[in-house]
């Protein structure tokens, strides 16, 4: 317990240190905004309270878990549900990772896809759904009636199998022993492929389209950066206007699509 609590310790010191990075840089972020109710329904903002919020709750949860476990020791369903808050909390934390999008061309040019692309994602859904239900109970149909050892209990548990096949996963936790059910599967693998490639080459032409709007997006918004800094250096404050003030602000999060 001793090696894991110093481990522990040290954990905690580096994410005090990082949160408090964050949270700086967050302030600051949220006083130089203009609108600061705008400022908060920025997606990406709302992610970094999400992920930094959960260290100052804890330590207030935990605070309170240790004076609730010294009052009252016999209040195990609080300490349970106090527990259990916790942990969500704690796991709410690997939204951190979603703050590389601010500073990523691809990964915002990925959510602006898939923000793009949402109906031919929905399209994809709802083929997967249909051909599902339909390979589900024929391949439950098909190894039933072979007599052999049954793996497909029912319907609902060929589900599964129908998902990972169609898919192209294939674990190989459940798999057709009789010939007709081979040949389900073969139908419901090959059916899989083609419908995941139907909205392939939407996708692809949203995505490449989207790179190149962000990327002349950035470049506009360095060129203006660049221009305002030599203005400034040269004295020529009337080039300064109102749209080039904006830059500060649009730097930290250029693009406004995501």
């Given at each position: 317990q001793g090696e894991c609590s110093q481990k522990c310790y040290y954990i905690f010191v580096i994410e005090t240190i990082c949160v408090a990075w964050f949270s700086l840089e967050f302030c600051l972020r949220f006083i130089q905004a203009r609108s600061k109710c705008q400022f908060f329904k920025g997606p990406l903002n709302i992610i970094d309270f999400l992920a930094i919020s959960p260290y100052y709750v804890s330590l207030i949860f935990s605070e309170d878990d240790s004076n609730e476990e010294d009052d009252r020791p016999s209040s195990n369903t609080y300490l349970e549900k106090v527990g259990l808050v916790l942990r969500v909390l704690r796991a709410l934390r690997i939204l951190y990772v979603m703050r590389l999008a601010r500073h990523s061309l691809?990964?915002?040019?990925?959510?602006?896809?898939?923000?793009?692309?949402?109906?031919?994602?929905?399209?994809?859904?709802?083929?997967?759904?249909?051909?599902?239900?339909?390979?589900?109970?024929?391949?439950?149909?098909?190894?039933?009636?072979?007599?052999?050892?049954?793996?497909?209990?029912?319907?609902?548990?060929?589900?599964?199998?129908?998902?990972?096949?169609?898919?192209?996963?294939?674990?190989?936790?459940?798999?057709?022993?009789?010939?007709?059910?081979?040949?389900?599967?073969?139908?419901?693998?090959?059916?899989?492929?083609?419908?995941?490639?139907?909205?392939?080459?939407?996708?692809?032409?949203?995505?490449?389209?989207?790179?190149?709007?962000?990327?002349?997006?950035?470049?506009?918004?360095?060129?203006?950066?660049n221009r305002v800094k030599n203005a400034n250096h040269s004295g020529e404050s009337d080039t300064f206007n109102e749209t080039d003030s904006l830059i500060l602000e649009d730097q930290a999060s250029p693009i406004k699509y995501i």
């Open positions: 691809g990964l915002q040019t990925l959510g602006l896809t898939v923000r793009r692309c949402t109906r031919e994602f929905g399209l994809l859904l709802l083929f997967l759904c249909v051909a599902v239900t339909l390979f589900s109970p024929l391949v439950y149909l098909a190894e039933n009636e072979s007599g052999k050892v049954l793996e497909f209990t029912s319907i609902p548990a060929s589900y599964w199998w129908a998902i990972i096949s169609m898919t192209t996963v294939g674990y190989g936790d459940m798999v057709p022993r009789s010939v007709p059910g081979q040949m389900v599967a073969l139908s419901s693998i090959l059916s899989g492929i083609l419908i995941m490639s139907f909205p392939a080459t939407s996708i692809f032409h949203t995505f490449s389209h989207s790179y190149s709007e962000l990327r002349k997006e950035h470049e506009r918004l360095q060129s203006r950066l």
